[in-house]
Antibody, heavy 123, light 108 residues
Framework: QVQLQESGPGLVKPSETLSLTCQVSGGSVSSGRFYWSWIRQPPGRGLEWIGDVYYSGTTNYNPSLKSRVTISVDTSKNQFSLKLSSVTADDTAVYYC???????????????WGQGTLVTVSS | EIVMTQSPATLSVSPGERATLSCRASHSISINLAWYQQKPGQAPRLLIYGASTRATGFPARFSGSGSGTEFTLTISSLQSEDFAVYYCQQYNNWPLYTFGQGTKLEIK
């Protein structure tokens, strides 16, 4: 059974770059049946899709964040990563990694999710 | 961007009763809709996909219906473990996935 685990600093200063890694176990990021995604949830609020990456390195990003986001995959380590630059307090959120299931060539739903990690942007 | 609107924001229901949650899409999304359950301090968990197919581990009291722009999640007889926040998500307009703002199902 695949499991995902986020890791990275819990506190980032304004204007700096947020960096997180998602370690995948029980499955392979090299599987062509999935994309690998990042989703965030500000405290007390709803869910926002940030972007995703395919094992080949192909990426898709939310247009609202595209200028600041980089998602990459490391198949040798079976993990994928998120970088969000020029952060502000509005980027404070729980960040989740999740597997995006491909159905009939269409990336569809997110399953499973990592437990999430809270990242606070503050000086 | 397809906007997903859930109603109500909060639903108060007694254990054993039926709960009906709604999700509306700003444009037709066929049946390309998923539902997630999120309990406090936990990650969301896939509940329904394809608008009506139950994910592994969820009992038959959970059911999804709808197509186009109107969708419903029904819990037929609420158990204590069902009180949570429920989100809908569309994947028709990939690769821009959007979620509803959630419905909090609370004990009456």
């Amino acid at each position: 059974q695949v499991q995902l685990q986020e890791s990275g600093p819990g506190l980032v200063k304004p204007s700096e770059t947020l960096s997180l890694t998602c370690q995948v176990s029980g499955g392979s990021v090299s599987s062509g049946r999935f994309y690998w995604s990042w989703i965030r949830q500000p405290p007390g609020r709803g869910l926002e899709w940030i972007g995703d990456v395919y094992y080949s390195g192909t990426t898709n990003y939310n247009p609202s964040l595209k200028s600041r986001v980089t998602i990459s995959v490391d198949t040798s380590k079976n993990q994928f990563s998120l970088k969000l630059s020029s952060v502000t307090a509005d980027d404070t959120a729980v960040y989740y990694c999740a597997r995006l299931v491909i159905v009939s060539t269409i990336p569809s739903w997110f399953d499973p999710w990592g437990q999430g990690t809270l990242v606070t942007v503050s000086s | 961007e397809i906007v997903m609107t859930q109603s109500p924001a909060t639903l108060s229901v007694s254990p054993g009763e039926r709960a009906t949650l709604s999700c509306r899409a700003s444009h037709s999304i066929s049946i390309n809709l998923a539902w997630y359950q999120q309990k406090p301090g936990q990650a969301p968990r896939l509940l329904i996909y394809g608008a009506s197919t139950r994910a592994t581990g969820f009992p038959a009291r959970f059911s999804g219906s709808g197509s186009g722009t109107e969708f419903t999640l029904t819990i037929s007889s609420l158990q204590s473990e069902d009180f949570a926040v429920y989100y809908c998500q569309q994947y028709n307009n990939w690769p821009l996935y959007t979620f509803g703002q959630g419905t909090k199902l609370e004990i009456k």
